[in-house]
C-alpha cells in the first residue's frame, strides 16, 4: 500500500481547496511552483488545518545556507515533505537536512523531462545510461541523510535494489490505462509503480482534470 498523492496544479487556491475537499480521503496534497508562487503561505497553512499533509514541491537548488533557510521556513509552516536537487551537491544536501526537523526531505535526482542526450549536454560529458545517474544521485541523497528521492517509475526497481526497502520513492507520472499521458513521457499504472517498491504516487491532471474527479479519485485509490 502506497500514499496516494493528490497534485494540485490549478490556477488558484481556491480551486485546489474545493478539489481537495470534494475528494474523500486526501491524505496528501502536492503545492509546486504555480500555486505557491501565486497563493504562498496562507494556502499551506489552510490544508494543514484541514488535516491534510502538504509536499511542497520547489526543488530548491541554491548555496546550502540558503537552502537551509528555505527548508527551515517550511518546517515552521507544517510542511510534511519537500524537495531538493541531489544536484545541489552534499554540502547542500546536509545543511537541508539539518534544518528539516521532522519535514521528510527527498531528493530530485533526474528531472524525467530530461533525456540522456540533454543531461550530458547539462553536465559536459556523455551520459550512455541515465540510469545510473540516477542510482548515483540516489546513492548522494542517501548518504547526506535524506528521507528518500524522486523518480519516474522505469528508475523504481534499480532504486530499490540499490539503496534497499528504508528509503521513500516518490513517483510522479502516474496514469491508469486508458488515461492521457499529457505531457509525461514516461507514466505508469499505479499498480505497476506500488510492485516496484514506489511508496508515494504522484496524480494530478488524471483526477483534477477528469470529467469526473471523484470517480476518477477512486479508481486510483482502489489501484494503489
Ligand atoms: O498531472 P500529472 O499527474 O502529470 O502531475 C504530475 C505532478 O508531478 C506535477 O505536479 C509535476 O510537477 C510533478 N513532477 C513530475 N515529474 C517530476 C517531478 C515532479 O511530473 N520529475
Same mark, same amino acid.
Given at each position: 500500500?502506497?500514499?496516494?498523492?493528490?497534485?494540485?496544479?490549478?490556477?488558484?487556491?481556491? $480551486?485546489?481547496?474545493?478539489?481537495?475537499?470534494?475528494?474523500? $480521503?486526501?491524505?496528501?496534497?502536492?503545492?509546486?511552483?504555480?500555486?505557491?508562487?501565486? $497563493?504562498?503561505?496562507?494556502?499551506?497553512?489552510?490544508?494543514?488545518? +484541514?488535516?491534510?499533509?502538504?509536499?511542497?514541491?520547489?526543488?530548491?537548488?541554491?548555496?546550502?545556507?540558503?537552502?537551509?533557510?528555505?527548508?527551515?521556513?517550511?518546517?515552521?509552516?507544517?510542511?510534511?515533505?519537500?524537495?531538493?536537487?541531489?544536484?545541489?551537491?552534499?554540502?547542500?544536501?546536509?545543511?537541508?537536512?539539518?534544518?528539516?526537523?521532522?519535514?521528510?526531505?527527498?531528493?530530485?535526482?533526474?528531472?524525467?523531462?530530461?533525456?540522456?542526450?540533454?543531461?550530458?549536454?547539462?553536465?559536459?560529458?556523455?551520459?550512455?545510461?541515465?540510469?545510473?545517474?540516477?542510482?548515483?544521485?540516489?546513492?548522494?541523497? +542517501?548518504?547526506?541523510?535524506?528521507?528518500?528521492?524522486?523518480?519516474?517509475?522505469?528508475?523504481?526497481?534499480?532504486?530499490?535494489?540499490?539503496?534497499?526497502?528504508?528509503?521513500?520513492?516518490?513517483?510522479?507520472?502516474? +496514469?491508469?490505462?486508458?488515461?492521457?499521458?499529457?505531457?509525461?513521457? +514516461?507514466?505508469?499504472?499505479?499498480? $505497476?509503480?506500488?510492485?516496484?517498491?514506489?511508496?508515494?504516487?504522484?496524480?494530478?491532471?488524471?483526477?483534477?482534470?477528469?470529467?469526473?474527479?471523484?470517480?476518477?479519485?477512486?479508481?486510483?485509490?482502489?489501484?494503489?
Amino acid at each position: 500500500m502506497a500514499e496516494l498523492v493528490l497534485a494540485l496544479d490549478l490556477p488558484s487556491g481556491g $480551486e485546489a481547496l474545493a478539489l481537495a475537499e470534494r475528494l474523500p $480521503e486526501v491524505g496528501w496534497v502536492k503545492l509546486g511552483p504555480m500555486l505557491f508562487v501565486r $497563493e504562498g503561505p496562507p494556502l499551506v497553512r489552510a490544508f494543514v488545518d +484541514r488535516g491534510m499533509r502538504v509536499f511542497l514541491d520547489l526543488k530548491w537548488h541554491d548555496i546550502p545556507h540558503t537552502v537551509a533557510g528555505a527548508v527551515a521556513a517550511a518546517r515552521d509552516l507544517g510542511v510534511a515533505m519537500a524537495t531538493v536537487h541531489c544536484l545541489g551537491g552534499q554540502r547542500m544536501l546536509a545543511a537541508a537536512v539539518a534544518a528539516a526537523g521532522p519535514l521528510a526531505l527527498v531528493g530530485v535526482t533526474v528531472l524525467t523531462s530530461h533525456d540522456a542526450g540533454e543531461l550530458g549536454a547539462v553536465l559536459g560529458r556523455g551520459v550512455p545510461d541515465l540510469g545510473v545517474e540516477v542510482e548515483r544521485l540516489a546513492r548522494s541523497a +542517501r548518504d547526506a541523510g535524506l528521507r528518500g528521492v524522486v523518480a519516474s517509475g522505469h528508475e523504481v526497481g534499480l532504486l530499490r535494489a540499490a539503496l534497499g526497502d528504508a528509503p521513500w520513492v516518490v513517483v510522479p507520472g502516474i +496514469r491508469l490505462p486508458g488515461d492521457a499521458p499529457n505531457d509525461q513521457a +514516461r507514466v505508469m499504472t499505479p499498480g $505497476e509503480a506500488v510492485r516496484l517498491g514506489a511508496t508515494h504516487l504522484v496524480v494530478g491532471r488524471p483526477v483534477s482534470a477528469a470529467a469526473d474527479p471523484t470517480d476518477a479519485w477512486a479508481r486510483l485509490r482502489a489501484a494503489t
